[in-house]
Nanobody, 121 residues
Framework: VQLVESGGGLVQAGGSLRLSCEGS????????LAWFRQAPGKDSEFVTG????????DYASSVKGRFTISRDNAKNTVYLQMNSLKPEDTAVYYC???????????????WGQGTQVTVSS
């Protein structure tokens, strides 16, 4: 499945953005889905993810209560709603999809190309 993210941009602290990730070349129905991010000079980190069934949704503690992941299998799309954004949320955000498996452990080969999110203070 090829993944293309969109929806990134520049936003002020406290604002919101909604990222989208559309898959092509296959169906999401049996895929674990996740969002990762990588800030400049830092390692990539898991943001949120869900099992193929849509259950077991998991969030990094730094985003819990502010970010929400959702999926639309009919549209082969996964979303990341980001509210109450902080400057430390600035990063390139990547969606990831892999058949079955653990969303936290999706290898980089299964990630999209990323979309930049910049939060100004």
């Amino acid at each position: 499945v090829q993944l293309v993210e969109s929806g990134g941009g520049l936003v002020q602290a406290g604002g919101s953005l909604r990222l989208s990730c559309e898959g092509s070349g296959g169906t999401f129905s049996f895929h674990a889905l996740a969002w990762f991010r990588q800030a400049p000079g830092k390692d990539s980190e898991f943001v949120t993810g869900m099992r193929w069934s849509g259950g077991n949704i998991d969030y990094a503690s730094s985003v819990k209560g502010r970010f929400t992941i959702s999926r639309d299998n009919a549209k082969n799309t996964v979303y990341l709603q980001m509210n109450s954004l902080k400057p430390e949320d600035t990063a390139v955000y990547y969606c990831a999809a892999k058949a079955l498996g653990d969303p936290r452990k999706i290898e980089r080969d299964y990630w999209g190309q990323g979309t930049q999110v910049t939060v100004s203070s």
